[in-house]
């Protein structure tokens, strides 16, 4: 009976042991996968006064600065964001939202190379009156928010 009682506790000591493991080999499994996952948001103010790594992923949002909009050569588009602090130069290759225009709020993901934001992914807002939170968080900071319900627009 004495040998049971002592095999029962080794085995349940190897049970919680081995969910312990699991459950950080998941934890630290979940955490690697989402290294690269996590996009920090940041105004062009913030860009211009730190600018990243050139390694670091973000998202960068404001308005297209009016006049700044180039088609290059094939699918090349240059333009210029803006939270009315600041303005930083982007480049991307692709097809351009329908509602992507100059004036309009956009967001985009990509990474900062010799000072220009080379974006992998373009967002646009889908209606006249929608902004993403941050760009307008970084508009308002920047006192350049109007909110277009006000604008008689």
Do not use: C, W
């Not at 690697?32 to 992923?57: H, K, L, Q, W």
């Not at 100059?102 to 009156?129: C, K, P, S, W, Y």
């Amino acid at each position: 009976m004495q040998g049971m009682k002592g095999l029962k506790k080794k085995r349940r000591i190897q049970v919680i042991l081995v969910a312990f493991i699991a459950l950080a080999g998941s934890t630290a499994l979940i955490g690697y996968a989402m290294r690269d996952g996590i996009n920090y948001f940041r105004a062009p103010s913030d860009v211009v006064a730190e600018p990243p790594a050139e390694r670091e992923t973000f998202r960068i949002g404001g308005l297209v600065e009016e006049g700044t909009l180039v088609r290059g050569q094939g699918e090349t588009i240059t333009f210029s964001v803006t939270d009315g602090g600041a303005s930083v130069q982007v480049s991307y290759t692709g097809v351009l939202p329908d509602l992507f225009g100059e004036g309009q709020g956009m967001i985009g993901t990509g990474n900062l190379v010799d000072g220009v934001f080379v974006a992998r992914e373009i967002l646009a807002r889908h209606d006249e009156t929608y902004m993403p939170k941050e760009v307008m968080d970084a508009l308002k900071e920047q006192g350049v928010y109007q909110d277009p319900a006000e604008s008689g627009s």
